[in-house]
């Protein structure tokens, strides 16, 4: 019975992102657009046709890894390390801006310190998820903006989980983090990382792919994206940080265009359109009512935060005004990185209870306008 009920909703989410993307594409804007919006529909927020089950979860935590991985085969290296000070002046204006402006207005509705402190950090996350399938499907994506984007986003990561940190080892209900173990925990990836990706992926590809089996090129791939994700997971680094760097490794690899050709179709057409509607699934309007007001202005908070901090970083960093303004749209989202922070600033007694709705909604609210702003900015660019 629990096979024929994921069958069904397997059939459902499909035909519905399918058909949701395709009307979003002729309303003049991107299909990411309409597929975040129909899981809003199908979920618990509106019609409950779909739950956010185990399963339906893990396809898409699987389709989030293979939409980075996705990015990094998509990757131009150079444009990665030219773009790194304009990276790190919009990851480091997109961390300020949000905890100051959040930290400011939060006063006003009695949250304690360490609460104010947290929501901050928390509207400091990006997730760029969103913003690398819309720019793809904008001509965007392998730009030096793209590029700054992505280095921006890869920053803000270790920016906010170490800044995370400090504060629950300060406020937190039975935190007892080590800052420096942390830190240690993310110099021992990029060294690793650094390491594999220039020895050991193109061994191992090269290896494998001489095995008398099927689709081994695909599984090597495959077995190098996850096994980034895992050892990223293990050392405290987003999932997705791992499999984007191993895309980056492969592609520098001649089984590039092999693996790109191959994954594109397992991930858009199985996995990542689950990514997608699980966003929407977060979404439940319970008890909301007296927050409206909460509401929409920490939506607009988290907008403008992350739009005027990145924007000013990419300004600083020599990109003209419209470039600027399409960076800071980028950095906009905060995605499942957000919801994932919530949920531990939640357990850890740093996330209001009675607000715990209400900052879900709002982190919801950054990724549905991502894509509009992205296209209003950056246009479609003919490649």
Not at 50 to 65: A, D, M, P, R, Y
Not at 131 to 148: D, F, I, P, Y
Not at 160 to 177: E, K, P, Q
Request: one cysteine or more; proline letters at 3%; a neutral charge.
């Amino acid at each position: 019975m629990l096979v024929l009920q994921f069958i069904l909703q397997l059939i459902l989410v499909l035909l519905a992102v399918k058909i949701a993307g395709h009307i979003s594409v002729r309303l003049g804007q991107p299909s990411v657009l309409g597929k975040i919006l129909v899981g809003i529909i199908l979920g618990p927020a509106v019609l409950g046709w779909v739950q956010n089950t185990e399963v339906l979860s893990i396809f898409s935590q699987i389709g989030v890894l293979l939409l980075m991985f996705l990015a990094g085969l998509e990757t131009d290296l150079d444009d990665l390390n030219e773009n790194k000070k304009a990276a790190l002046l919009v990851a480091v204006g997109g961390v300020i801006a949000p905890i100051v402006m959040t930290y400011g207005i939060a006063q006003f509705y009695d949250f304690t310190t360490p609460e104010a402190i947290f929501l901050g950090l928390l509207l400091a996350a990006t997730s760029v998820s969103i913003s690398v399938q819309t720019l793809r499907e904008l001509g965007w994506l392998n730009t030096k903006e793209g590029s700054a984007l992505l280095g921006a986003a890869v920053l803000d990561d270790i920016i906010v989980v170490i800044l995370i940190a400090v504060a629950m080892s300060f406020f937190g209900s039975g935190s007892d983090m080590s800052i420096g173990l942390l830190i240690g925990k993310k110099i021992i990836f990029f060294v690793v990382l650094f390491l594999a990706s220039k020895w050991l992926v193109p061994t191992f590809i090269k290896i494998f792919s001489k095995f008398e089996v099927t689709e081994v090129v695909l599984s090597a791939g495959l077995i190098i994206a996850f096994g980034f994700a895992y050892f990223a997971e293990s050392l405290g680094v987003a999932g997705i940080i791992g499999t984007f760097f191993a895309g980056v490794a492969i592609g520098q690899t001649r089984y590039k265009k092999e693996i790109e050709h191959k994954v594109q179709p397992i991930a858009n057409g199985i996995f990542v359109p689950f990514f997608f509607v699980s966003i929407g699934l977060a979404v439940s309007f319970d008890g909301i009512g007296n927050q409206v007001g909460f509401l929409v202005l920490f939506s607009v908070i988290a907008i403008l935060s992350k739009f005027i901090g990145c924007g000013i970083g990419a300004k600083l960093s020599g990109f003209n005004t419209r470039s600027s303004m399409g960076i800071g749209s980028g950095m906009v989202s905060r995605g499942e990185v957000a919801l994932i922070l919530a949920a531990m600033g939640l357990q850890n007694g740093l996330l209001n209870p009675e607000y715990y709705t209400s900052t879900i909604i709002v982190v919801i609210v950054t990724t549905v306008v991502t894509p509009p702003l992205l296209k209003v900015f950056f246009g479609t660019r003919e490649v």
